[in-house]
Each structure stands twice: as structure tokens, then as C-alpha cells.
T-cell receptor, first 109, second 116 residues
């Protein structure tokens, strides 16, 4: 079956760095997305990786290893507004998104 | 660019009534639209995928006669929850894709449905 695993909840301190891991098993693979979702709001796009390696976008970076079925989202210089759920989603061979349950990130002052 | 709107943002209705939710791609023509449901503290659950002019493809366990989807144009899809019950109370989110290298989904702001 198809499956996405990511931690349920993480806590970090304002100004610090946090890494949110995601492992996936899908029928075929056409890329991996990270979305940010604040409570009561729809998800917003953060990143897309289809090749191995690190993609950096300001304070956020995303890494992919296709051979390991593994990705992580790295958030630097954490701000209170980064408190949200972070959703990992893999695109399978049918270009259907398989969603993880999301990681709730709590930022403490 | 790539803005998706949803209407209404919130709706409260009585049990047994029907509710229609609209999803529009404002500045692009969407090849495909998706309807998701999200219960509190859970991830997105895909309900159905729809392409303009054709019948929606429903996920296993989603009743197509209860959740009617109409995708009349390349910029509009509607979801009608028929004979709503309290257990249908949820956050309904649509998304749309345009032709691209990786089919990024652009999400609408969601509709909070409460059935009394």
C-alpha cells in the first residue's frame, strides 16, 4: 500500500532550527511536496522536490533522497508565525497526491 | 497568479438540507479540480477528482450520490452535500491544477460546514 510517515508533533524554540522528516512508500513517484497549514486555513505550497538533493528557499529548505524514500523540511531562524502543521505529500505514478497526517510544529519563545 | 476561491467560507445548516460549495480558479484554467475533507487534527482526505465536462472520480468510501460534484467549466467546480447530517460537519477544501511539470495543486481557502 501507499504510506506517508511524519512525526505527529514537534516543539522548537524561536530563533532555532528544526527539521521535519517524512518517509514515503508509493506506487511510482513523481515528486514530493511540502505544504504549510495554519489552523482553520487551507494548505499553502512550500516546496517541491523530484530530484535528489537540497532545495533552499529563504529560511525554508527541503531535501529528498529517492533511493531512501525520505525527505525533510528544514526551517531556520524560527519565528512564532511558523507555528503550524506541515504536510508532506508524495505524487504517485498516477499523479495523485498521497498525503501524510501532518506534523504540528509548536514554537516557544 | 494561480488563485483559487471558495464560497461560502462558512455555512451552518440544519440536518437534512443540502449545501452547495463553489470552487473557482480565478486567473487560470484548471485542468483538474480536487475536493478534500479535513476533520479536526487530521490530514486532508481526498474525496474526488474532477475534470471539466466529465464525471468525477470518487475515492473509495465516498458516496457519489451524497456528495454531488459538477465541473461545468474550466474555472468552476461545485460540491453539493445532499441531505447533510451532523457527521458531515467538516472543513471542505478544493484545489486546482494547471498544466505544469509537476501538477502543483493550488488550494482554495476552504469551507467550514457545520450541520446542526
Amino acid at each position: 500500500g501507499q504510506n506517508i510517515d511524519q512525526p505527529t508533533e514537534m516543539t522548537a524554540t524561536e530563533g532555532a532550527i528544526v527539521q521535519i522528516n517524512c518517509t514515503y512508500q508509493t506506487s511510482g513517484f513523481n515528486g514530493l511536496f511540502w505544504y504549510q497549514q495554519h489552523a482553520g486555513e487551507a494548505p499553502t505550497f512550500l516546496s517541491y522536490n523530484v530530484l535528489d538533493g537540497l532545495e533552499e528557499k529563504g529560511r525554508f529548505s527541503s531535501f529528498l533522497s529517492r533511493s531512501k524514500g525520505y525527505s525533510y523540511l528544514l526551517l531556520k531562524e524560527l519565528q512564532m508565525k511558523d507555528s503550524a502543521s506541515y504536510l508532506c505529500a508524495a505524487l504517485d505514478s498516477n499523479y495523485q497526491l498521497i498525503w501524510g497526517a501532518g506534523t504540528k510544529l509548536i514554537i516557544k519563545p | 497568479g494561480a488563485v483559487v476561491s471558495q464560497h461560502p467560507s462558512r455555512v451552518i445548516c440544519k440536518s437534512g438540507t443540502s449545501v452547495k460549495i463553489e470552487c473557482r480558479s480565478l486567473d487560470f484554467q484548471a485542468t483538474t479540480m480536487f475536493w478534500y475533507r479535513q476533520f479536526p487534527k487530521q490530514s486532508l482526505m481526498l474525496m474526488a477528482t474532477s475534470n471539466e465536462g466529465s464525471k468525477a472520480t470518487y475515492e473509495q468510501g465516498v458516496e457519489k450520490d451524497k456528495f454531488l460534484i459538477n465541473h461545468a467549466s474550466l474555472t468552476l467546480s461545485t460540491l453539493t452535500v445532499t441531505s447533510a447530517h451532523p457527521e458531515d460537519s467538516s472543513f471542505y477544501i478544493c484545489s486546482a491544477t494547471m498544466p505544469s511539470d509537476y501538477n502543483e495543486q493550488f488550494f482554495g481557502p476552504g469551507t467550514r460546514l457545520t450541520v446542526l
